[in-house]
């Protein structure tokens, strides 16, 4: 019986996990502890969550009986790049730290690849006795951009490398480029593109050109012209010099073609995967091109896969969570099982809470109630919800969420507004396990649902019911399936909500303001009450509210 640590030196999404006796204890990223999104931070280490979870179950890493580390060649990349400016001094220094605290330990450190590691954090959570598993994204210290991997009960076995110097270039990285050229931040804003691609149309030359760029060879399971990155800033040079990023219709072309380019090769080569390997008929899914839930909807709906399965932590936060499992796998203590849920942070008492509500002696509080909630969002108030551990990976799932009605139009500016966001895609629904089918046209991979990796489209009687939380173009929607026994006050809420309402949905978004990461420490929740970004702020200790809100409670 192992006490395992998963830790990673990837260039961004930086984690930490812990694993005792075969089980997840905490997996905390270290954007949410350092408050603040870090895209890419290279020579960054995740000392902060490594610290934190150190310090929340007293067993150091230094102590730990196995540690396994992915992307090593970047540690030893980030190290040896460092000679320049106090910045990389601070990281150079902060980087030995944490490497220095490896060698000292009794451990047995084992080092895993990125892929692997991507691949382990999808298939042993995934409830799958046998599977494919397919990993993809935009490059790593081995040069390696995807996997396919064959799964069945305790091992994994690579049957395929997508490799940037033999037989593939990224089809996650053209998205990574085409960020800077509509005004947004590679690796964080790739959904905004994906989001804006429902409000474009179809044009064969955006769509000749990126074929130009990137195409699939097919039977070959390869991506060509290989290693040529350059390509990509190439061809949206010319389509700056063409003026399609000059018009809003124009940037909603070219991210219609990209999207559809993205589509169209993943088809094409999942269904050469799939004939490939005919006796596996569940797959899985990790990497950071898996963030694409509208690209998953069409995979799902391909009808080569009975279920699919994408890791709530499908970007590089997912590298130490994989190496600690995988550490546990090789201990001999992990077993395959069926996720439930993602709640694997921190959670912060009621000494802590009080704590920080005193130093708000002006905000009113009431008890607790599940009816009192329902009522309040009936009322088209914007409830904050603060309870419990905060969620592993990029979805807030009912932790650290906001909650509003799903039943108005103008909810999508409202939010923006109230969050300073400028959000595209329309707000993900939370809807009743037992509700679901009802709602959206289901095909197979619920369980995937819950972590909110996948559209569906909705079905028609509800399109106008609930206009929040669906896409006016597609009539789709990004539902979180919400069940009793994993989710217990998320689906409570939604529930009474129900009883009030007849309507199963509520309207969910992370709990943050643009340029933030998931809140999760209490003066940051207190801090937008008291701002106004959320009229209640709901806690497991109480409901917290200015006195305005109450007297204006009965207004929607």
Not at 82 to 105: C, H, M, P, T, V
Not at 141 to 149: M, N, R, S, V
Not at 226 to 238: I, K, N, T
Not at 462 to 474: L, Q
Request: a negative charge; aromatic letters at 12%; proline letters at 3%.
């Amino acid at each position: 019986m192992a006490k395992v640590y998963g830790v990673g030196f990837p260039l961004h999404n930086h984690s930490s996990v812990y694993i005792e006796d075969g089980k997840i204890v905490y997996a905390v990223e270290d954007d949410k502890m350092l408050r603040t999104k870090t895209p890419w931070i290279w020579g960054y280490s995740s000392g902060m969550s490594l610290e934190a979870i150190e310090d929340a179950t007293g067993v150091r890493l230094e102590d730990a009986d196995y540690i396994g580390i992915g992307d090593v060649n970047l540690s030893q990349a980030y190290y040896n790049s460092f000679y320049r400016g106090d910045e990389n001094d601070y990281k150079k220094q902060a980087l030995r730290k944490q490497l220095n605290k490896i060698k000292k330990s009794n451990a047995k450190v084992i080092y895993y690849p990125h892929h692997d590691c991507h691949a382990a954090s999808a298939y042993y959570l995934s409830g799958f006795d046998k599977a494919l598993v397919i990993t993809m994204d935009g490059g790593n210290g081995e040069h390696e951009l995807g996997t396919i991997q064959l799964a069945e009960g305790m091992e994994m076995n690579r049957v395929h490398t997508l490799s940037m110097h033999t037989n593939a270039n990224s089809l996650a990285t053209t998205w990574y480029y085409l960020c800077r050229f509509m005004d947004f931040v590679g690796n964080k804003d790739e959904g905004k593109i994906m989001g804006m691609a429902g409000h474009g149309k179809y044009n064969e030359k955006l769509m000749r050109g990126f074929r130009s760029m990137l195409s699939y060879d097919k039977g070959q399971l390869t991506f060509g012209p290989r290693g040529h990155d350059y390509l990509y800033e190439w061809y949206y040079g010319e389509l700056t010099k063409e003026g399609w990023f000059s018009t809003p219709e124009g940037k909603a072309d070219v991210a219609f073609a990209i999207q559809k380019h993205t589509e169209d090769l993943m088809v094409q080569y999942l269904a050469d995967v799939a004939k490939r390997y005919p006796g596996y008929r569940n797959v899985c899914f990790a990497g950071g091109l898996f963030a694409n839930v509208k690209m998953n909807q069409i995979i799902n709906e391909m009808g080569c896969f009975d279920n699919i399965f994408i890791t709530p932590g499908m970007g590089d936060e997912g590298i130490a969570m994989g190496a600690a499992i995988l550490a546990s796998r090789d201990a001999g203590d992990w077993k395959p099982y069926k996720l439930e849920n993602a709640f694997l942070g921190f959670s912060y008492n009621q000494e802590q809470i009080e704590q920080t509500a005193a130093e708000y002696p002006h905000l009113k509080r009431i008890d607790f109630d599940y009816k009192v909630i329902a009522q309040l969002l009936h009322e088209g108030k914007i409830c904050g919800l603060y309870q419990g551990r905060f969620e592993w990976g990029p979805r807030a799932l009912g932790s650290r969420s906001i909650m509003v009605r799903a039943t108005d139009s103008d909810t999508h500016e409202v939010l923006n507004n109230r969050l300073k966001r400028n959000e595209i895609m329309p707000f993900a629904p939370f809807v009743l396990g037992e509700e679901v089918h009802n709602v959206f046209h289901i095909d197979g991979s619920e369980h995937t649902a819950e972590f909110m990796t996948i559209c569906y489209t909705c079905k028609d009687e509800w399109i106008e019911k609930i206009p929040a939380v669906i896409h006016r173009v597609d009539n789709t929607g990004r539902p979180q399936i919400v069940r009793k026994h994993s989710n217990p006050v998320f689906w409570n809420i939604v529930n009474e909500y129900h009883k009030i309402s007849g309507i199963p949905v509520l309207l969910n978004t992370s709990f943050n303001a643009h340029g933030e990461p998931i809140n999760v420490y209490p003066d940051q929740v207190f801090k937008h009450l008291d701002d106004g970004v959320v009229d209640y702020l709901v806690t497991e200790f109480g409901i917290y509210y200015k006195e305005e809100n109450e007297e204006n409670k009965t207004e929607s």
